[in-house]
């Protein structure tokens, strides 16, 4: 997500090196673990990448809405077998969602 967030705030295209220089300097990022996940990233249709030269520009093919999208199904399917149900009651059983949530969720099915 570290790694989207960049390209997206960018809006245009960037190198290895500019993703490189944004990232939190905390976490010391290694090139390789960069590459990695831009490589995984392409390979899944996130990204598109442009040979200039001898560098690779990546740009991003989906918005973020549609990242967030596709990473919440992921993480239903991963973790709660798709079912929203049982996130849902992971949540509240863990005391993560208020009674005022749930309150706030029927009216918005409701009006679905």
């Known amino acids: 997500m570290e790694i ?3 390209i997206w705030n960018k809006n245009r295209q960037v190198t290895t090196a500019d993703i490189l220089e944004e990232l939190p300097k905390e976490n010391s990022w290694k090139i ?3 590459m990695t996940l831009i490589s995984r ?3 899944k249709g996130i990204l598109k990448v442009a040979k200039l030269g001898k560098l690779n520009n990546y740009s991003a093919k989906i918005t973020e809405e549609e990242y967030k999208a596709i990473q919440a199904d992921n993480f239903l399917e991963d973790m709660h077998n798709g079912s929203v149900k049982n996130f849902i009651a ?3 059983n863990n005391k ?15 009006d679905v």
């Open 90 to 92: 992971t949540l509240f």
């Open 4 to 6: 989207m967030k960049i």
């Open 96 to 110: 993560k969602i208020s009674k005022e949530d749930i309150s706030d969720l029927k009216k918005w099915l409701k």
């Open 32 to 34: 390789t673990t960069v």
């Open 41 to 43: 990233l392409t390979d």
